[in-house]
């Protein structure tokens, strides 16, 4: 058969060979041939000695199984929804690119979890377009404190997350939803809560020119060097989602409004709340770091146009 689908699961359809079985019956039609006991021991032998034969290979020739990887790993992937019965094998020969790995390398989760420096209570990732999930503004955080990333950009990573649940011990968090859990010291406390009472005015000027796009404005502890970031609710549809549905064509999609954060300690953010203390207008400076916030995590503009027009205000102001 060019495509037995009673011997391999289709997370498997790269595999090619021929199975010798004395026992199958022979002068039978396609539906009792289906039905029989033999097959789904033959099944089950060559689902087994295909993934045995993977792992060998990713612990003896590394370099060998990151190119194998590279070019069939997304199929592999499918099994994570396709089937329960083998994710433990699976999720040992997941391959992933990292804020620490280079060149072409990878790296797997048993590696990860041992290089996890102490105080880290979970398995970092995110999800994003191939061309902008490696800078990121919300990894900044992440690698001043050492924290490892997985970098994830294949289409299927979405479902595929939605049954990788836990690896071991260790939980998987989605860097880009909710709040960040980090260990803090008693200093890191105290200015976040500070900060929150310090910029709150700003928050608040810059949810009323937002509003229609944006659920909450607040303050940020995932961000060191960008003026600001685009953060999913924990119940919401990731932005990675959004663009995939829509590219699928659902059309009738119900608008998700995501949380902006801002850095207390970047300049245009000072310089804003000085705004918003005085009462004056923060003019194009919202539209402008909402369009930023987008681009940088590699959305698309809502409205290009007004994008760059906003920004093209604020450059003519500064050379004046």
Same mark, same amino acid.
């Not at 990878?106 to 590696?111: A, I, Q, T, Y």
């Not at 699928?248 to 995501?258: A, D, W, Y």
């Given at each position: 058969m060019d495509d037995c689908k009673d011997l391999l699961p289709p997370w498997l359809r790269f595999v090619r060979g021929v199975v010798d079985s004395e026992d199958l019956p022979l002068n039978v039609s396609r539906e009792i041939l289906q039905n029989n006991k033999i097959i789904t021991n033959i099944r089950k032998h060559v689902i087994k000695k295909v993934l045995d034969t993977l792992q060998n290979m990713a612990d003896k020739d590394a370099a060998k199984y990151n190119a194998w990887w590279r070019e069939l790993g997304m199929v592999l992937k499918e099994g994570f929804y396709m089937n329960w019965e083998h994710l433990d094998e699976l999720k040992k020969l997941l391959r992933f690119e %990292?804020?620490?790995t280079e060149g072409d390398a990878?790296?797997?989760?048993?590696?990860y979890v041992k290089r996890m420096p102490e105080g880290q209570k979970e398995i970092y990732y995110l999800i994003g377009d191939k061309n902008a999930v490696k800078s990121n503004p919300m990894l900044e955080a992440f690698k001043a404190k050492g924290y490892e990333v997985l970098l994830m950009s294949d289409g299927i990573d979405e479902f595929m997350m939605s049954s990788l649940q836990e690896f071991g011990d260790k939980k998987f968090h989605d860097i880009a939803r909710g709040d960040v859990d980090f260990e803090k010291t008693e200093d890191e406390k105290k200015a976040e809560e500070a900060n929150k009472g310090i910029f709150k005015g700003l928050c608040e000027n810059l949810q009323k020119v937002l509003d229609e796009d944006i659920k909450e404005v607040r303050v940020s502890s995932r961000l060191k060097d960008s003026p600001c970031c685009l953060v999913t609710s924990e119940d919401a549809m990731s932005a990675q989602m959004e663009r995939m549905m829509k590219a699928?064509?659902?059309?009738?999609?119900?608008? %998700?409004?995501?949380i902006l954060e801002i850095n207390p300690t970047h300049p245009i953010c000072e310089m804003l709340k000085k705004k918003a203390e005085a009462g004056d207008d923060l003019g194009d400076w919202p539209k402008a770091l909402y369009g930023q916030a987008l681009l940088a995590e590699g959305s698309p503009l809502p409205n290009p146009a007004e994008y760059v027009s906003a920004i093209t205000k604020l450059l003519t102001a500064s050379v004046k």
């Open positions: %990292s804020t620490k990878l790296v797997g989760l048993d590696e699928m064509g659902q059309k009738n999609l119900p608008k %998700s409004k995501r």
